[in-house]
């Protein structure tokens, strides 16, 4: 009976600690939450206006816009600081590996995000163009600038062809959509929507091109980052609520375990008693 009350304090301690961890992850959650949703109109009509001057670039000496064959390509990986968090890292990184799949290890550079992102990574060959630890909470623009300016460097000198952002999608609280995005080079929109007539840039095309593509590259990866924050938090504290209530299951389940045993004692103890009062007679 020793062994099942410890095992129930054990267990009821750990309960403590999967509850706190579930409240403060939805606390978090809240405001990762909102601020994910407010980045995803700028993003999105970012996207749509890059998407739709993708088809007169071709007219524009840009960097960002050289469009070459796939030979090397840059992938940022979005993972998670810390874990707990059930399959979120798991799942994000065997899509990452899906897609990296077929691809000689030194024509891809990597850019992390997260420990356990890097943790991952470092057990394998790819050449790791930067690290960064990713934020928790209160994402701003200045966190993701060292990324985006490393990876337009790594496009700008043709050392990549291509970068691709790999992140989680927050759908909800329980459902987080790893996602793949091609940041650079932009892609047109379909042909069936290519937008009629012409363009006339005020200013020139070449100038504000230069303006928008920089800020397209952070915009993009800055909505990847606060999604993945809000996933990240999702997938915690869906994770520490299942936690909590496996724990409450276990603790009834050893504390029926400790009664029926107590229970067979005092009943052993009444028979003992029982036994000795009729020798005594």
Known sequence: MRDIRQRIKVVKNIQKITNAMKMVAAARLKKAQDRAQSARPYANTMNQVMANLAHVAESVDHPLLQVRPEENIAVIVIGADRGLAGSYNSNLMRMTMEFLRGRETDTVRLVLLGRKAMDF?????????????????????????????????????????????????????????????????????????????????????????????????????????????????????????????????????????????????????????????????
């Not at 990876?151 to 000198?157: D, G, K």
């Open 121 to 281: 990574f470092k057990r394998r060959s790819y050449q790791v163009a930067a690290t960064l630890s990713a934020p928790t909470s209160n994402v701003t623009f200045a966190d993701i600038r060292p990324i985006a300016a490393k990876v337009r460097e790594l496009f700008e000198s043709t050392e990549v062809d291509a970068v691709y952002l790999v992140y989680s999608q927050f759908v909800t609280a329980m459902t987080q959509r790893p996602t793949i995005l091609k940041l650079l080079p932009i892609e047109p929109i379909a042909e069936e929507m290519e937008p009629s007539g012409e363009f006339i840039f005020e200013p020139g095309a070449e100038q504000l091109f230069g303006r928008l593509l920089p800020r397209y590259v952070d915009t993009q990866i800055y909505r990847a980052l606060v999604e993945a924050v809000a996933s990240e938090h999702g997938a915690r504290m869906t994770a520490m609520s299942a936690a909590t209530s496996n724990a409450a299951e276990m603790i009834d389940t050893l504390s029926l375990s400790y009664n029926k045993a107590r229970q067979a004692a005092i009943t052993k103890e009444l028979l003992e008693v029982v036994g000795g009062a009729e020798a005594l007679t």
